[in-house]
């Protein structure tokens, strides 16, 4: 009896090895699929880590959604298995309209990966930064910038509000700022003159430069619009 015991015992050990070197030999994915956010060729700014895609892996009886998520400058960046896949935008996502594609006639976009690939997806945004300047003035930060609206008609949107933001790191947004300020849509004049300004707080530990960046809360849309993150030395 123990004779058989112990040979039992051997045989599950040998499993067990077997099954680990199986799992250890799993092919890991390999290619990288990079890109941007853009219209017109320039990128969208968005929020930090707020931002995503899906990519869905036809032929799966269980498939499940592979999240892609955009960095704050428009770019994002996933690495994948060579495979055929289904890009979607979710109607929630971003400060801008899905783009009809002309392949599918859908908004969806058929991504073949095999190899490394660099791709932009192109987006219709409710509005565009034509500048937004910033300079300092002592501590204070002063900024002027101008908005192109360019979904109109049943589509368009009004602005809610305009936010100007700095930050101690290169992540600007409303949950990184230490100030800001703030113009409701309402007492805009003109999109294309803008300007807002606020003060330095006292920063600890101290530094001598800050981030700042615009934000646009457009109506009826979650995700702001963001200017380009600038570096400010005062």
């Not at 699929?33 to 931002?51: A, D, T």
């Not at 004049?189 to 809360?217: F, H, M, W």
């Amino acid at each position: 009896m123990n004779k058989i015991l112990n040979k039992l015992s051997m045989f599950a050990v040998a499993l067990l090895l077997l099954t680990g070197c199986a799992l250890d030999n799993y092919e890991e994915p390999g290619s990288f699929l990079k890109g941007r956010i853009v219209y017109q060729g320039e990128p969208i700014g968005v929020e930090y880590n707020q931002v995503s895609f899906q990519l869905w892996e036809p032929g799966w009886e269980l498939s499940k959604s592979i999240d892609v998520t955009v960095s704050q400058d428009g770019e994002f960046s996933a690495l994948l298995f060579d495979a055929q896949y289904k890009l979607i935008i979710p109607s929630h996502q971003g400060p801008f309209m899905s783009i009809e594609n002309s392949g599918t006639n859908s908004d969806t976009i058929i991504v073949d990966l095999n190899g490394s690939t660099e791709m932009d997806i192109e987006v219709l945004p409710f509005y565009v930064f034509n500048s937004a300047d910033m300079s300092v003035s002592g501590t204070t930060v002063n900024m002027s910038a101008s908005l192109n609206k360019v979904v109109t008609g049943v589509d368009e949107r009004n602005i809610d509000r305009v936010n100007l933001y700095i930050s101690k790191t290169h992540f600007v947004s409303g949950n990184t700022s230490v100030s800001s300020a703030e113009i409701g849509g309402g007492d805009i004049t003109d999109i294309g003159n803008i300007t807002l300004s606020t003060e330095i707080p006292d920063l600890t530990p101290s530094q001598s430069y800050v981030y700042a960046r615009v934000g646009v809360k457009i109506s009826g849309v979650e995700d702001m619009l963001f200017s380009p993150v600038q570096k400010l030395e005062f």
